[in-house]
Structure formats: C-alpha cells, structure tokens
C-alpha cells in the first residue's frame, strides 16, 4: 500500500467547509429551540393532559423513536411535495430534526416530570401557588434541571445527525464533503476534515450547553452538583 | 370569640379503610393544639383534612371562616390563611433558602421583588438564620431545614399553623432548635395544631392536648391531662409510646 | 390501492432481512469491541484509560455518516476495492458500536459496588476471576435492558448503510421508489418494517428495565 495523503485542496476548500459548519450549527441550533419547546409540551401533555392527548403524545413519541431518522426525513421531505408545497431542503430538514428531537426531548423531560415527589407540590399548594405556578415552579423547572445533562447528550446527538439532512441534499457540512470529494477525488482526507470539524463541533455544542446551564441553573453554578 | 379550626364528627376512609370515624375538636384563636396518638390513629390524616389535602366522607371542618366540607371551597384563600410544615420539610432542592422563602410571597401575593426579599429576612431572622439566605437546602442541617420551612409558611402571615411530627425525622440536639421556634411563634399569639411525638413539649406549650385513638378522639384537655390520663389506652399509650 | 406489487414488497422484505443481519454483524462486532474498550476505561493503566476515552469521544463526535464514508473510502484505498458494500457497513457500524456500548457497559462495571471488587481482591481472586466470577454476573442484569435499547439504535442506524449502496431496507426502498415513484407509500411500508422490528425490542427493553426496578427496591 502506497497511499499518500493530500490536504493541500483545503487551501481552495476550506472556505467551504466552514459554510458547511455554519449551516451545521444553525440548524442544530433552530432545531434545538423547536425541538425543546415540542418536547417539553409534549413531556406536560403526557404527564398530565386528557386520555385522547396522551395517547397521541405516546404514539407520536413510539412511533418517532422506532424508526431510522432517515426513513423519517425522506418522509417528510416527500410528504411536503406531495402536498404541494415548495419548501427549501433546510426547511424540511428542520421540520424533520425537530420531530425527531421533539420525540427524545419528551421521554427525558417525562423522566424527569416523573421524578419530582408528591410532597413537592403538596408544598406549593399549601403556600398557596396557583396549578400554573407550582407546575411551573416546582415541577416543571427543577425536572428540566435534573434531566439536562440527558438532555445534553441527545442534543449533541441531534447535532450529529443534522449529516443525515445531507441526504435531501440540505448543504450543510457532510453534504459539502461529499461535494467536495467528488470534485477533487481526496475523498479519505475530506471525511477526515469533516470528522474533526464535527469532533469540534460537538464539543461546541457540549459547552454551549453548559454555559447555558451555568446561566439558568444557579443552583448547579453554585455546588456544581445536579439536584 | 369563634374557634380558629372546628372539627365536628368528621368521618374519613381510604377505600375500604375508615381512618377518621367521628372527629370532633376545637382550636380557640391564640391556642396552641397538640395532637397526640399511636401510629396510625390518624393524626396525619386529621391534620391533612384541616388544610383541605383529603377530601372529607361527612362531617365539618371550619377553618378560619372556611367551611372545608363545602364543595365550592376556594383552596387558595384558604391556603393563604393557613400554614403547613411537614415532617419532610419538602423545601425546593434548586432554589435557595431566600428564594424557597420569597417564591410564595411574589407568585400569590405579587410583592414586588424586594418586598419579598424584605420578608424573607424578617422571617429568616425570626427563626434565627438570617445568616443563610444564600444557601440550598441541600446544604443545612435538618434541624435548619425545618426552620426554614416554618420560615417559609410564616412569609405568608398565616392565620393558623399546622405542624406535622416536625422534629421526628431530627437528632434531639437539633429537635431542640427547631421546638424553640414553634415555642417563641406559640407566644407571640399563633394559633397552631400540632402533630408531636414530644410529650413535654405538648404539656409545656400546648393549652389543649387531644389524644386520638383508632381513628376517634379518646381524650382532650389542657396539658395537665397528660400528668393524670383518665382512659386507659391513653394511659397505655403514655406508658409505652415513648 | 397498493402501489407495490408483489416482486416489489417481497424486494423490501430481502432488504429487511439484510438489516436484521447487519444489525447483528453490528452488534456483535461492537460488542466485543465495545467490551474491550469498557474494560480499557475502567483500566489500571492511565494510558490505557486515556486510550480507551479518546476512542469514545473520537467515534461519539462524529457522525455514523462519515464514519461509514471514511471506512468505505479507506478500505477502497487500502486496496480492497472489490470487497462487498457489507464489509464497509459492518465495520463502520461495529466501530461506531463500539464505542456506545463501551459507554453503557463501563457504566453498568463502575455500578458494581466498590465493596465487591475489593472483597473478590481479599479472596485472592486474580484479576480474570474476579471480572468474570464476580463483577460480570452482577454488571449484566445492570446492563441487560440498556444494551437491548442500544440495539434499537443500531437498527435504526444500519439504515445508513444505504449511502454506500448496501441493500438493505432503506436502500431496497430507494430502489423501488426509483422504478415506480411512490415515495410516501413506499417508505410509510419501509418504516413499518423498521417499526415492526424496533418496537417489540423497545417494550422488551422497557420491561426489563422495570424488572430491575422492582428487584432492587
Ligand atoms: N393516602 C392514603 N391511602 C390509604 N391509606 C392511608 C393514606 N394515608 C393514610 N392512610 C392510612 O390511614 C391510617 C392513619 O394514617 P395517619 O397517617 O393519619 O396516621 P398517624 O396517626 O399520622 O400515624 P403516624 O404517627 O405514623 O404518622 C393508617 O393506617 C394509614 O395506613
Ligand atoms: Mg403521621
């Protein structure tokens, strides 16, 4: 075996890759938004919502995470053409990251809704704090702060598989990649640069979301413990 | 003057299970109500009823005005008369002690940020942790815990307090903290029922001891009934109980 | 109104099949993998850890996509180019394996309590028996409903194989979408297959989890 490698093209390309990067981020980042709020309502409605809505939230949920990302984006990427609507590749593949998310986001936010103790918002009641605000309060906020290195994983895992979107031809990083090897046939030393860039990019994304919690979680700021 | 808390003939079951058959007792403006009793005599319960946690088969409870048996209760003006301090303190781990304390205050009462700041300290200083604001449950004994849960139902001024076995989970070095502060808060005049396994407490600060017993009150009068039981399972219960 | 014919389905169902076994390939391939590199974690020796860390946090930061890209391409170039799509997958896919169960299993290890190591330690027993006649037994029934939720994962993962043109299910559904384009009926039958076969998995993996729950209360 006498393969040599080449990086020289990242002289022309590099541009590039960063565009890539930057999409990347961004609609991971949409997606994170979306997909938490989705998340979280659902994670409320399954807890606590009519019989109807429960099973809805459940099924959705089932249904979400038993099968491929990729079956999921081509679904709705299709789904929209067929409904005749003309959207951008980035659109559909923020719809579909944020279903997905969403679906991931409610088991771990349940999981949390689910560990917070009777007596908790026995406490609130008795203070007096109306169904909103002792959900809000006490249930809700210190559920979310105990789940959120959970949720820190999957969001970084939802960044990773932003590569699938590549697939309904979003041009975000891999996508990029996959152009650029095919234009100047270095296709080990590009998979290569995409890998490290995405390595640095889920490190971006872990300290963004700890910066975030440092911000919101006073508590955790302060011990450094989770509750 | 009317009682504070009425009770009368309140009936209670879980399931098939009747754990209040017939309660029936009075807290005066001002008195200080210990509730004594076996595990399982339904204290818990007759307590969990005055503040409207369980729902009541038949009878009538009147507190501060409020008539608990009455569907249409409005829980919330309830609540604002009426404190409640369980055994499990159950402060809220991921807020601090200031924000445990100002977190009623500003939600029902709308006190503005620093107004509620204001009476955090005051009550924090009444029951003598001024210095631990800042801090997270997590981080106090359990005897200061406890405190600040009172801390925490004093802020919203109530009329009446309840206190469910406050010091059973607590070292008796750190039991004697915590009764000081329901001693000094029964001096300065608050109506209170109290849930207690202290006996020298209740004879020492309570005006009214009720003993109950398989669901029914046995026996009630002032703390000197403890010295001279006239029933027998009270008498039984003060012989071995402690 | 069905818009597969039976040649058409019964396509589908071959590329299910091919899941199922790159699933297992997967899986068994990560799991040997993913055991060593567990134990490399929990190792005596910093380097090793350390070794055994920057394996996970490489093969956790990137994405399956690229690491099937990379290993596709770099097998071509190391001069195999004629081996089957199913060597790229499988090694991708047990790489990427790997590294997730090797996260599961050190957890699952480090939940053994400290006790335990140090009593099989006063035993005498050496460092083999102590792994496989103490610490083992007790780390699977920890490890059991997690690994069964991971393959899930793979699952659903092998559904990636298709970018390198292995034909598995997603790939079998390109296919006959490209013959007849129907794509949303096509891949609504594709996804049932997938349900159909990460569902039970999950509830087993679910109830397991449960099981362990009321055990050890
Ligand atoms: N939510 C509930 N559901 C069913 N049974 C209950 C419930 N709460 C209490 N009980 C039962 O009611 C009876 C009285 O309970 P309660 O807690 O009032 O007793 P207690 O006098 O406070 O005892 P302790 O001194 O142990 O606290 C017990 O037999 C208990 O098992
Ligand atoms: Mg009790």
């Not at chain 1, 020289?8 to 938004?33: D, E, H, M, R």
């Not at chain 2, 005897?143 to 607590?170: C, H, N, W, Y």
């Not at chain 3, 039976?6 to 997967?26: C, D, N, P, R």
Request: glycine content about 8%; some cysteine; overall charge positive.
């Amino acid at each position: 075996m006498s393969y040599t490698f080449d990086f020289s093209f990242l002289w022309t390309y590099w541009p590039q890759f960063l565009a890539g990067a930057w999409l990347t981020l961004q609609l991971s980042a949409i997606s994170t938004v979306f997909g938490c709020i989705l998340g979280t309502l659902c994670a409320i409605g399954r807890a606590d919502g009519p019989r109807w809505l429960k099973w809805v939230i459940a099924s959705y949920v089932e249904i979400i995470r038993n099968t491929p990302f990729l079956i999921q984006i081509f679904l709705i990427y299709f789904g929209f053409a067929m409904a005749g609507l003309k959207v951008s590749a980035n659109f559909a593949a923020v719809a579909a990251l944020v279903i997905n998310i969403g679906a991931y986001t409610c088991e771990i936010v349940r999981a949390g809704l689910q560990s917070i103790h009777r007596s908790q918002v026995e406490a609130a009641t008795c203070l007096g704090l109306s169904q909103v605000q002792t959900y809000w309060h006490v249930i809700v906020r210190p559920a979310i702060e105990r789940v959120y290195p959970a949720l820190t994983s999957q969001y970084v895992l939802l960044m990773l598989a932003s590569s699938i979107t590549s697939q309904i031809s979003a041009e975000e990083l891999t996508a990029i990649a996959n152009r650029i090897q095919s234009e100047t046939f270095r296709a080990l030393e590009t998979y290569i640069v995409a890998g490290v860039i995405y390595i640095l990019l889920s490190f971006i994304v872990r300290a963004a979301f700890f910066l975030f919690g440092q911000l919101i979680f006073p508590r955790r700021r302060k011990l450094g413990t989770t509750i | 003057m009317s009682a504070v808390v009425s009770l009368r003939d309140v009936h209670k079951s879980f399931g098939a299970v009747e754990v209040l058959k017939g309660v029936t007792f009075d807290v005066g403006p001002g008195e200080v109500t210990a509730v004594i009793g076996a595990s399982g005599s339904g204290k818990s319960t007759a307590l969990r009823c005055v503040n409207a946690l369980e729902t009541i088969n038949s009878g009538e409870i009147t507190v501060c005005g409020h008539k608990i048996h009455d569907p249409a209760l409005d829980r919330r003006a309830l609540r604002r008369d009426v404190g409640i301090v369980f055994q499990s303190y159950n402060l809220f781990p991921h807020l601090t002690v200031e924000q445990n304390i100002m977190l009623a205050p500003r939600s029902v009462k709308k006190l503005s940020k620093s107004d509620a700041r204001a009476l955090a300290h005051e009550v924090l200083e009444k029951v003598g942790l001024a210095d631990k604001a800042e801090s997270y449950p997590e981080q106090l004994s359990g005897g200061q815990a406890q405190r600040v849960a009172i801390a925490r139902s004093l802020a919203m001024k109530p009329k009446l307090m309840l206190f469910d076995e406050v010091t059973s989970a607590l070292d008796p070095q750190l039991t004697g903290e915590v009764l000081r502060v329901m001693e000094d808060l029964a001096r300065g005049g608050m109506s209170m029922v109290l849930v207690t396994h202290e006996m020298a407490f209740a004879r020492r600060v309570a005006n009214k001891v009720v003993f109950m017993h398989k669901g029914k009150v046995q026996e009630e009068g002032p703390g000197a009934m403890l010295e001279n039981p006239q029933s027998q399972e009270l008498r039984a219960f003060l012989s071995n109980g402690l | 109104m069905m818009p597969l014919n039976l040649a058409q389905f019964e396509y589908l169902a071959h590329g299910a099949l091919w899941t199922v076994g790159l699933s297992l390939i997967a899986f068994v391939g990560g799991s040997v993998l993913g055991f060593i590199v567990a134990l490399g974690r929990i190792s005596t020796n910093r380097l090793i850890r350390l070794a055994a860390a920057t394996w996970i946090q490489i093969i956790q930061g990137t994405p399956l996509l690229v690491l099937l890209f990379l290993l596709y391409f770099g097998i071509a170039i190391l001069g195999f180019d004629k081996l089957p799509a199913i060597i790229s997958a499988g090694a991708a896919l047990t790489v990427y394996s790997s590294a997730f169960l090797a996260e599961i299993w050190r957890g699952c290890l480090q939940s053994v309590p400290k006790t335990q190591w140090e009593a099989a330690d006063c035993l005498g027993l050496n460092r083999f028996q102590r792994m496989f006649q103490v610490i083992l037994p007790q780390a699977l029934k920890i490890a059991t409903p997690p690994t069964v939720g991971f393959l899930v994962q793979i699952i659903k993962n092998t559904s990636l194989a298709s970018v390198i043109g292995f034909i598995e299910l997603a790939q079998a559904g390109k296919v006959v979408n490209n013959a007849i384009f129907e794509p949303l009926p096509i891949f609504l039958i594709v996804a049932c297959f997938y349900f159909a076969m990460c569902f039970p998995l999950s509830m087993w993996s679910r109830s397991l989890e449960r099981k362990l729950h009321v055990g050890s209360r």
